[in-house]
């Protein structure tokens, strides 16, 4: 597991500005912060403070207005799209609100896409993500379709699909907002233990302070600004 | 989960729309295999017809296409048969033909005695033989007129001509109306009546006259060939013309073993010509009749006209499909481009997704076809096709036309990649985020 000293994110006086009809939004104003290699790291902050325009940035599926973003040490201001896409399918793991689970595959075909996705051969990435689905926790329902699963087990099943290609970061993005709060509980402890196992950073939105308790590393934001907890 | 099986599974997600859309491009596919196959059909039939009425092509003495109508015996061929032995003995025509004969025309009035009736005439003199050889030509195997009841009629008769029945000629039923001629419903040899034919000789001086009796009367596809159109055993007709000399023609028909060696054979007459071993000019079957490849061009243009037709309407259909699944699944695409998907790979997911629809319909379009063509085949549907006078069964050649089933198969799966592929393309132009938000 890589120490916690050496920042995996550094986010440099960063501000996202988004077209609202005539007029623009400043969804972040000027953020600077780093994100410890292998932490489990919250951001927390009321709704429309800027959590999850910080986490898309992070995330490499938006560009900050002005200032930088570093991942890896790496600034993908630049990139070309596709280059942006190869780096998240190697570097990077999603965990949605809503799960965003891909509703005609199965569970442990879910958490294979990513892999097949990086030409894994096809038995090597069922293997793997039987492996996986069996880590998070969902034992029968393996075969089954999201729609035949709980809003519990459709989170662990998007937990195996980040972690599957061993990222170095995973970003959930109020991975708990649809569950409820004992479930939530559990799909956070999994995520720690996840984290533990593969050695993945975890960047988590919410605003739930409970879990926010539980991280490493918090940062709280209020209108784009990144304030004192 | 291999790319094919991701897009088939969805396909089947709204199973309702994928089958009205699969259904719309087999009607549509079908359909244009089916109208494929009947343009396939009326060329084939076309290109018979045009070869039993002047064989694949046709020699004649220079000028005479341009003049011989007005003194077809001053173009006659002196050594017509001379010029048959050379073309069935060179080493080039010889093992392509399957029959060279010669013809007469020839023109003057014909008369009956007995109802002090006469008109002019036109009158084909050929060998019998050849001649229904010629009417029976059929190398693609279309159904035979002479197997419909409802042409009995005309074939109960028998052929135009005999060859042991050497005076015996064929009137069309326009000039026996106006000769006022009746013919005896089974009639015997001796019970027909006889007519004159009379005609210049080119040498000029006093005209000629054989006399003849009618052993058929047939219906011509032109009013005007139906009053003045004979058929004449040649030696009679010869003798008309040139009485007591041998026999001439004006014209020498070549009946090919193959459409296919036309262009071989008339290089090798051009060479012919140019070495001075044949003082004859040709005209191939399609230059001989016109108006049957204006009929099957126009065949071909209706043809193209309803692939553009029916793709713009596939292309739509297909677009309409693919846009709303692409709306359907916004926010599935956010997350799959967020896990690394790149443009051009949602750009292939959708076009696979329309490009399986396109094989669906054209699958079942195919069979579709097939079936219908089938059942149309044994309907036994008839009809009198233009210039001809009997009628004719409607084929569908489907599965006998195999470039028309793999271009309008061809067809259905560009349309589905063309009406899938804006679609793709929007939903891999999505900001990302703005997708999730959905």
């Given amino acids: 597991m890589p120490g916690i000293s050496q920042p995996l994110v550094q986010v440099i006086e960063v501000h996202k500005t988004y077209p609202l009809g005539h007029r623009s939004v400043e969804a972040l104003r000027g953020v600077t912060l780093e994100m410890p290699q292998g932490g489990f790291v919250v951001l927390q902050g009321p709704s429309g403070s800027g959590k999850t325009t910080l986490l898309n940035l992070v995330g490499a599926i938006d560009h900050p207005t002005s200032g930088r973003v570093l991942v890896e040490g790496r600034d993908m201001a630049a990139w070309p799209d596709d280059a942006l896409s190869h780096f998240r399918a190697k570097t990077l793991g999603f965990i949605f609100q809503n799960f965003n689970l891909i509703p005609v595959l199965s569970a442990v075909e879910n958490i294979e896409y990513p892999l097949l996705l990086q030409r894994v051969p096809r038995a090597e990435a069922r293997a793997r993500a039987l492996e996986m689905a069996e880590g998070v926790g969902l034992g029968d329902s393996s075969d089954q379709r999201p729609g035949e699963l709980s809003g519990g087990q459709c989170q662990r099943v998007a937990i195996g699909r980040a972690l599957v290609t061993h990222p170095a970061l995973v970003i959930a993005d109020e991975p708990t907002a649809n569950l409820d709060a004992a479930t939530g509980r559990t799909i956070i402890d999994l995520m720690h233990r996840m984290r533990d196992c593969t050695g993945a950073t975890f960047v988590i939105s919410t605003h739930d302070p409970e879990i926010a308790s539980m991280a490493e590393a918090r940062f709280t934001l209020r209108d784009g600004r990144l304030v004192e907890p | ?438």
């Fill in chain 2, 1 to 438: 989960m291999m790319f094919w099986e991701l897009a088939l599974r969805n396909v089947l997600r709204n199973k309702r729309r994928s089958l009205a859309t699969v259904l719309a491009i087999a009607l549509s596919c079908g359909g244009l295999m089916l109208f494929g196959g009947y343009v396939v059909w009326a060329h084939l039939a076309s290109e018979t017809h045009a070869t039993t009425m002047t064989g694949h092509l046709q020699l004649f003495k220079e000028g005479y296409r341009l003049k011989g109508a007005g003194n077809p015996a001053a173009f006659a061929i002196e050594n017509f048969e001379g010029i048959q032995r050379q073309l069935r003995g060179d080493e080039v025509i010889g093992p392509l033909l399957e029959m060279v004969t010669g013809q007469l025309l020839v023109q003057g009035m014909i008369s009956s005695a007995d109802r002090q009736t006469s008109t002019a005439f036109v009158g084909i003199g050929a060998v019998p033989e050849d001649l229904e050889r010629l009417t029976q030509w059929n190398p693609h195997g279309l159904a035979d007129v002479r197997d419909l009841a409802a042409n009995a009629a005309l074939f109960a008769a028998g052929p135009e001509l005999a060859s042991g029945d050497p005076d015996g000629i064929s009137l069309g039923v326009g000039l026996a109306r106006i000769l006022d001629i009746r013919m005896q419903p089974h009639g015997a040899a001796e019970d027909r009546p006889t007519v004159e034919l009379i005609s210049q000789p080119p040498s000029g001086g006093m005209a000629n006259m054989v006399s003849a009796s009618v052993r058929k009367l047939s219906t011509r596809p032109l009013e005007e060939l139906d009053n003045r159109l004979v058929f004449v055993p040649l030696p009679l007709a010869s003798s008309l013309l040139f009485p007591g000399e041998e026999p001439r023609a004006t014209s020498i028909l070549i009946l090919l073993k193959d459409l296919r060696s036309l262009p071989l054979v008339e290089a090798r007459l051009a060479e012919l010509v140019r070495d001075g071993k044949l003082a004859l000019e040709w005209r191939n079957c399609w230059d001989l009749n016109p108006n049957n490849v204006r009929s099957v061009r126009m065949m071909d243009m209706f043809f193209l006209f309803a692939f553009c037709i029916i793709s713009v309407v596939l292309v739509f259909t297909i677009y309409n499909t693919m846009m709303m699944s692409v709306m359907e699944r916004v926010r599935e695409i956010g997350a799959v481009r967020a896990m690394g998907l790149t443009r051009g790979d949602i750009i292939r997911m959708f076009t696979a997704e329309g490009l399986l629809l396109g094989f669906a319909g054209g699958v079942l379009g195919l069979l579709l076809a097939i079936g219908i063509s089938g059942i149309i085949n044994r309907a036994e549907i008839l009809y009198i096709p233009p210039m001809v006078t009997m009628y004719a069964k409607l084929q569908i050649l489907v599965t006998e036309a195999p470039a028309i089933m793999a271009a309008s198969f061809a067809g259905c799966l560009l349309v589905a990649l063309l009406g899938a592929f804006l679609p793709a393309r929007r939903a891999s132009r999505m900001q990302i985020v703005d997708a999730l938000r959905m």
